[in-house]
């Protein structure tokens, strides 16, 4: 798939297949974070990747909208440094995120990002170090696609083009 389809037509996937992802293709979703670009090539985030069912279930449970990750194949948390103290470092997670979730969406894998607001309880279930932030999941599974809506759940559809791009001024 090329990357300008899987752009058009990757969304958000909530609700996962039983099915385990294998080992060679998790490792193939974490590579493509690892590759994400970064600033100044620092890479400040490590990824803790949770197949306990435990775990998920726990980690489902701290954030308001987190609920899918109970049913994930593949729980991706992402930890970084203290985001305050560099502007970039949220910026740069993202981009490791968006890049695992377009290599899962090519091997036929859905994805969530899920955001963690008990960050505390976070931090206790996966043993983070305190100098650690983990504020971000992303939920993996496969998916049945007759299943899934092709759109956002609270807000379906795409703002127009025009709605959002502004030449040279707003």
């Known amino acids: 798939m090329d990357v300008a389809r899987a752009i058009r037509e990757k969304h958000a996937i909530r ?3 039983p099915a385990p992802i294998p080992d060679p293709v998790v490792q193939e979703i974490l590579r493509a974070g690892r590759r994400a670009q970064s600033a100044k ?31 994930a194949a593949l729980g991706v948390v992402i930890a970084t440094p203290d985001p305050a103290q560099k502007f970039t470092i949220a910026f740069d997670a993202g981009q490791a ?9 090519e091997l036929g894998i859905g994805s969530c990002l899920a955001s963690l607001y008990e960050t505390g309880e976070v931090r206790r279930i996966l043993a983070i170090p305190p100098e650690w932030h983990a504020h971000i999941a992303i939920s993996f599974g496969y998916f049945d696609p007759k299943k899934q809506p092709p759109s956002g759940v609270l807000n379906p559809g795409r703002k127009k083009f025009d709605e959002i791009v502004h030449w040279e001024t707003w």
């Open 97 to 105: 995120a968006a890049c695992m979730q377009l290599a899962a969406w």
């Open 41 to 71: 090539n620092l890479q400040p985030w490590h990824f803790i990747a949770v197949r306990e069912r435990a775990a998920l279930e726990s980690l489902s449970r701290t954030g308001k909208w987190a609920g899918h990750l109970a049913g």
């Open 15 to 17: 609700s996962f297949l």
